[in-house]
C-alpha cells in the first residue's frame, strides 16, 4: 500500500499517531492526492459523513505540515465541480473543522461546488446544515435571500426587500453565480429552503411577501415536500393548514 493509501486508513481509522509518523517520513504527504480517487488527505478529514474523531487534531496536523486549505477536489464526472474540503465541512454540518479551516485561511467564498457552482454556504443550506451555514454567515460569508432563509436568520431577511416590498436583486446573488437569480425565482427559492430546515417564522414572512408555495425547485421539490422529507412537523402543520400537500 502506497504511504497516501496508507495516510488516508490511518485518517479513516482516527489514527492519530500514524498518521503523524506518515508525514514525518513522507513530508510530501499533505500535497499529494489518492490515485483512485483526485482528493487530499484533507479532503479525507472532511468526507462524509464528517464529524471524525480527532478530526480537526489530524486536520491541524495535514496544515501544519504543508497542506493547501483551497485544494479543489476533481469530480470525476463532472468537471465544474472543484470542491475544497470547506465545501465538504459545510456540507456534514462539521462546525469545528469549518472553523479550522476558515482560521488557516480558506476561502469562504470559494466557487464550484456540486449544487449549482455554489459557494460553501449554499452547499450547508441545500445539505440542511443549518449549524455551518450560520458559521460561515457569521465569518462573514456573502448571503442572499435564500441562504438567510436557509440558515434561519430571520435578522437578514428584511435587507433583500426595498422600501415598496420589493425583492431588491442582490436577494439572489451569489459572488459566484454570473447572474442573480430573478427575484421572484429568489423569494420562492428562500421560501422552499426556509420550509427545507424547519424555519416556520421566515417561511410565514415570506408567505405574506408573495413566496409562491407551489414552486417547484431544480431538483423537483415543492416547499412542502421540502419541508415533509425534513420531518419539520411544526412547518408541515402549518402548510397543510393552508391547503398544501
Known amino acids: 500500500m502506497k504511504p497516501i493509501e496508507q495516510a488516508r486508513e490511518a485518517i479513516e481509522q482516527s489514527d492519530m499517531e500514524r ?16 490515485e483512485d480517487n ?4 484533507l479532503h479525507t478529514i472532511a468526507d462524509y459523513p464528517g464529524h471524525k474523531p480527532k478530526g480537526v487534531e489530524m486536520a491541524r496536523l495535514v496544515i501544519e505540515a504543508g497542506a493547501d486549505v483551497n485544494a479543489r477536489f476533481q469530480h470525476g464526472q463532472n468537471e465544474a465541480v ?25 476561502d469562504i467564498d470559494i466557487d464550484c461546488g456540486v449544487i449549482a457552482n455554489g459557494t460553501p454556504i449554499w452547499n450547508a ?17 456573502a448571503s ?11 435578522d437578514m431577511v428584511d435587507r433583500f426587500f426595498d422600501e415598496d ?14 447572474e442573480p437569480r430573478p427575484p421572484q425565482t429568489a423569494l420562492d427559492s428562500a421560501f422552499g429552503l ?30 412542502f415536500l421540502q419541508a415533509k422529507r425534513g420531518n419539520h412537523k411544526i412547518v408541515i402543520d402549518w402548510m397543510k393548514a393552508r391547503g398544501e400537500s
Open 19 to 34: 498518521l503523524e509518523a506518515l508525514i514525518e517520513s513522507h513530508p510530501d504527504l499533505p500535497h499529494l492526492r489518492s
Open 38 to 41: 483526485d482528493r487530499t488527505l
Open 82 to 106: 472543484k470542491e475544497t474540503p470547506l465545501h465538504w465541512a459545510a456540507s456534514n454540518d462539521d462546525v469545528d473543522l469549518a472553523e479550522l479551516l476558515l482560521d488557516e485561511g480558506a
Open 125 to 141: 443550506v441545500i445539505f440542511r446544515c443549518v449549524n455551518a451555514a450560520r458559521l460561515l454567515i457569521d465569518r462573514g460569508a
Open 144 to 154: 442572499n435571500l435564500m441562504t438567510a432563509a436557509g440558515a434561519g436568520r430571520r
Open 165 to 178: 416590498g420589493n425583492v431588491t436583486e442582490s436577494a439572489g446573488a451569489l459572488p459566484c453565480w454570473d
Open 194 to 223: 426556509a420550509c427545507r430546515n424547519g424555519h416556520t417564522t421566515i417561511a410565514r414572512v415570506l408567505y405574506e411577501r408573495g413566496a409562491d408555495p407551489d414552486w417547484v425547485n431544480p431538483a423537483g421539490e415543492t416547499a
